[in-house]
Structure formats: C-alpha cells, structure tokens
C-alpha cells in the first residue's frame, strides 16, 4: 500500500515541477513532457503515446495493490 501511494505520488509531479519552473530550465519528467508535446508542440500523436506509457507504468501498481489488499481481506 505504501509503496503504490509512493509511486503514485512520484508519478504525479506534474504540478509541483509546472509550478516551480514554468516548463523551463530542462525540466523533463514524463507528464510534463507530455502535456508539452501535446498542447504547446501540438504533437497529439506523441502526447497520447507518452500518457499511454504513464498509464500502463502505473496500472501494474495498482494491480498489485489490489491484489495484496485481497489477500489481506480473506486472512482476517
């Protein structure tokens, strides 16, 4: 449970790195890349491919998690 609320969290930097620096000084983590691709470049394209990979590098996660907290539940 800790590690996906970790990973999650780590993921999701997106706000913190668009609000501290504008998109400038070669800040490059995948959400900012791919909000950049795909509103300022308008490489839709490529922006939809970059949230597919976020999306499919945190779906295992939370499979995972679920899975374990499934386990959990048919212990007690």
Known sequence: MVL?????G???VFDIV?????GNFQTN?????MYSQT???LNYGT???LAIILFIG?????WY???QLKLDRTER
Not at 29 to 33: Q, R, Y
Not at 58 to 62: Q, R, T, Y
């Open 29 to 33: 983590v995948i959400a900012n890349e």
């Open 4 to 8: 996906t609320t970790i990973t999650i």
């Open 39 to 41: 509103f300022r470049a």
């Open 18 to 22: 668009r609000t501290m620096t504008g």
């Open 10 to 12: 780590t993921l999701k």
């Open 47 to 49: 922006g939809s491919a």
């Open 65 to 67: 998690n679920i899975r």
């Open 58 to 62: 945190v779906v295992p996660i939370i």
